[in-house]
C-alpha cells in the first residue's frame, strides 16, 4: 500500500515552454502533498505543501507563478513548470500524506532537463 | 529553527559487517524523526520513524534507528551490512509544533557496502 506515481519519469523541453507533471497517489487519499527539488548530489528542498481543495503554500525563494501547483483531487496533484529555462533543469520528487500519518509517501521522482 | 545534521557524506562498510549511518537534530517540542532510503534515479523509500515511545525503533530490510534525547541523535543502524543496501541514507525531521506538516531533510549520506 502507499504507492505514490509520477508522470513523465523524464521529460525534455526546450527553453521558454512549460512542462506539466502529475503526481498521484494510487491507493490512498492524499490530504496533504509536497514537491521536492533534488540537485545532483544534494538533498531534497521542499517548494511547496498543497491540501486538496486549496492553494498551495510555497516555501521562501519558490516562485508560485513559475512553478504551478494544482491539488484538483484527493489522489492527484500537478506540478507546471512555465516558460522552463535551464536552470529549471532538475529532479522533481512528488511526496503524499495520508491523512493521521506522520510519514510522507515518496513518487519515484521526474527528471527535467531543459534545452 | 529546525535541522538536520548527517555529519557523514559517504560511510563505507564491508559485507557482513554492522553498519552505523549518523543523524543529529535540532527541533523545538517533541520530534518526530524519520529515516528514508534512496536508490540512483529514483524517489525516496520510507524505513522508519520515531514518534513515541520505545528508543529502539525497527524498520525495513533490516535497519533499526536509536533515539537519543540527551544526544538529539538518532543514529541508523544494521547489524549486518548487505551490498543491497547500497543507497543514499536521508535523516529527516519534523517538529511537533509549527509547519508541523513539513520535513525537513539532511543532506544525506550515501553508504557503499564492499563484497
Known amino acids: 500500500g502507499a504507492v505514490v506515481s509520477q508522470h513523465p519519469s523524464r521529460v525534455i523541453c526546450k527553453s521558454g515552454t512549460s512542462v506539466k507533471i502529475e503526481c498521484r497517489s494510487l491507493?490512498?487519499?492524499?490530504?496533504?502533498m509536497f514537491w521536492y527539488r533534488q540537485f545532483p548530489k544534494q538533498s531534497l528542498m521542499l517548494m511547496a505543501t498543497s491540501n486538496e481543495g486549496s492553494k498551495a503554500t510555497y516555501e521562501q525563494g519558490v516562485e508560485k507563478d513559475k512553478f504551478l501547483i494544482n491539488h484538483a483531487s484527493l489522489t492527484l496533484s500537478t506540478l507546471t513548470v512555465t516558460s522552463a529555462h535551464p536552470e529549471d533543469s532538475s529532479f522533481y520528487i512528488c511526496?503524499?500524506?495520508?491523512?493521521?500519518?506522520?510519514?510522507?509517501?515518496f513518487g519515484p521522482g521526474t527528471r527535467l532537463t531543459v534545452t | 529553527a529546525q535541522s538536520v545534521a548527517q555529519p557523514e557524506d559517504q560511510v563505507n562498510v564491508a559485507e557482513g559487517n554492522p553498519l552505523t549511518v549518523k543523524c543529529t537534530y535540532s527541533v523545538s517540542g517533541n520530534p518526530y524523526l524519520f529515516w528514508y532510503v534512496q536508490y540512483p534515479n529514483r524517489g525516496l523509500q520510507f524505513l522508519l520513524k520515531y514518534i513515541t515511545g520505545d528508543n529502539l525503533v525497527k524498520g525495513s530490510y533490516g535497519f533499526e534507528a536509536e533515539f537519543n534525547k540527551s544526544q538529539t541523535s538518532f543514529h541508523l543502524k544494521k547489524p549486518s551490512a548487505l551490498v543491497s543496501d547500497s543507497a543514499l541514507y536521508f535523516c529527516a525531521v519534523r517538529g511537533s509544533s509549527g509547519g508541523y506538516n513539513k520535513l525537513i531533510f539532511g543532506a544525506g549520506t550515501r553508504l557503499a557496502v564492499h563484497p
Open positions: 491507493d490512498f487519499q492524499a490530504t496533504t
Open positions: 511526496s503524499a500524506r495520508l491523512a493521521g500519518r506522520d510519514e510522507q509517501y
